[in-house]
């Protein structure tokens, strides 16, 4: 008995590795105690307000959510200034990124996206029979010339991560006008914005302001990152209300949990756990520049919530740091092999980190 | 400048989407369209959830171990046999990502689950649909050859429910994949369950949202052969399910007697409630999930009946469609929410 047929295009599919949730990591070894700066989380949690919601909204959990989000839908659109019918809300923003490219993209089309991106965008692409088109970084930085330098006839979708994951970097406001000129009329661009609240460049676009310049861009923004809800799984893109109606078809009508949606709308009223997150990542930022100066380590100066470290031996570094208890990311997968990722936790996170860097250092010169 | 309309591919363009139960906002109608349980879930449930809360910041195990491990053990299986969803009806969306191609049949009997039709067209499939009454596999289905077909058991919105033997016989004949909705499975006698070691071209799909009580979280489980989930994972996802999810389907299948006792609950009422109806003269037929069919064409049909429940503040479900204009579906609530919509029918 043949059991059944799976096409191609998904039997070649590697799956996205993600990073696995400490439990497993501690379990594995055999160790506890140990921190995680891997998974670009969020190290002060979320908001109490959401917490509270959530927890508020327990007794009603035997009933479906309202699929269409609406009072989340309100709140979050008057906040960004758009109307309702322009969000679409995902379960995470990975739903968002993987809706819109399958919304446009199929056999026989391209997606285009720069090769040090996010690595979300080529799967997608191939699970949705379309072909990935990569377009070569300039040093650190998606370099949008080069992607515009490569849109064809059959480009339907074009990513671009601001800022990038793994790299930390962004492109300004000027270099995103330009390339936005180039892009046909008819292609989705789906900006990807999942870090974009600890952003403090003033040149840096906010994807939302140029809506109406493009009626194809998706801008895909999360709960995940800032507002500490990465375990929740929402997120939500915004665009014109025509692509917002393509992507709500291809949705599950339930996609986002009850639980999910009441603690995303508290979260939107607590300013000051933003602002708390921001002084963080802001903190560890100086301190991981003054570090990697100190240990004589190149970094990649970032414009989000981690940092690319180069290590000489991404993996060796990773392994060894696990060895002391830090959790951190290794880049081969992004091509970085050279490198590691390491996301900013609390103060105390940070100096653990470091230490346990600065032994790992010292051991490989010594 | 283009019109949105314009960039999204015909498929979609042409795509109904799936008209999802009302949800009304406010608590004062007795909410009896969606298939819910009207009893709450274990506390041990609530326990995890308020529990698994304070790691929210960090991401969910992206392939729910803890809870693969916990169905395999309840329902005897491997871990690797499951796949866990944010909700089943990601898990339907899944399987037909993961084996159909533009063009290729997906194949079911009407009527059923209406989201069917939705996802199939999602992935530009042809649709086969056949008519048939929902307690066997009529034979067009077998000769439709389609890549996937769904088999709803009990089935909605008619309550019935295909005798096993069947199933199998169909499997047993299928070159596709034969996917077993089992959503309302824990109100029904048997499970395809039962039988999954003998088709590997089977998939079995059960729903935490109707007899866990717990719709609102979005949980589902999805039971295979472990090569084939294994490839259905690559289309998954890379974090599908929450940590609130996870946690609370562990705590679920542990206090596996609370959801028992809410199923025997919902049964005896389902049992008292058809009888009520019947007596009060509608068709009603014999019910394997936690609704009713009602037939209410001699008293003017579904949707004179809906209205006269709305009014007295009762929403039950109607389905403007061919073949299903002349009854509407009630979800089985409290007896005494259900004595509310019969003092109504009876009256
Ligand atoms: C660039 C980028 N986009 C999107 C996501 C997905 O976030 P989520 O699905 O949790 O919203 C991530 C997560 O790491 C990311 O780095
Ligand atoms: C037959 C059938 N399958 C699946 C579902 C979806 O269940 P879930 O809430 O697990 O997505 C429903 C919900 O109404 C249903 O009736």
Redesign the interface.
Known sequence: ???????ER??S????K???????VERELGIHGSI?VA?N??????SPR??EA??R???????????GA?VLAEKLAARLGVEPARIVFG??S??IL?LSCR??A??GDEVLFSSDAFL?YPLVSI?A?ATPVKAPPRGFEHDLEAIAARLTPRTRVVFLANPNNPTGTIFRRREWERFLALVP??V?VVLDEAYCEYVEDPEYPCGIDFLDRH??LVVARTF?KIY??????IGYGV?????M??L???R?????????QV?AAAALDDDAHMEASRQRVRASRRRWSEACAELGLDFVPSHANFVLVEVGSGKTVTEALLQLGVIVRPMDAYGFTEHVRITFGTEAEDERAIAALKVVVSEMHG | MARGSALVSARVAAMHGYTPGEQPVGGRLIKLNTNENPYPCSPLVVQAIADEAHRLQLYPSPNADALRVKAGAVYGVAPEQVLVGNGSDELLAMILRGCVLDGEAVAYSVPTYSLYRTLADSVGARVIEVAADGTAIPSALAAARARVTFVCTPNSPTGRAVPLDAVAAFARDAEGVVVVDEAYGDFAASSALSILADHPNMVVTRSFSKSFSLAGLRLGLAFGHADFIGELLKVKDSYNVSRLAIAAGVAALDDYAWMQSNVARVRATRVRVTARLRAAGFGVEDSHANFVWVDCARVGGGRTVYDRLRAAGVLVRYFDTDGLRDGMRASIGTDEQMDVMLGVLEG
């Open positions: 008995m043949a059991g059944p047929r799976i096409p998904i039997r599919l590697q799956p996205y993600p990073g696995r949730p400490i439990e497993e995680k998974s989380e969020n190290p002060l949690g979320p959401a917490l959530l927890l909204a327990l007794p009603g959990i035997h009933r479906y959510p309202d699929g609406v379960n995470g990975n739903e993987e919304l446009f199929g056999p979300v699970a029979g009329e008819d989705c009626p194809g995940s500490g809800l990465a375990g929740l799984r665009g014109s209300a025509a692509v109606d393509g709500a078809r291809l599950q009508p339930f996609n986002v949990s009850l639980l999910a603690a």
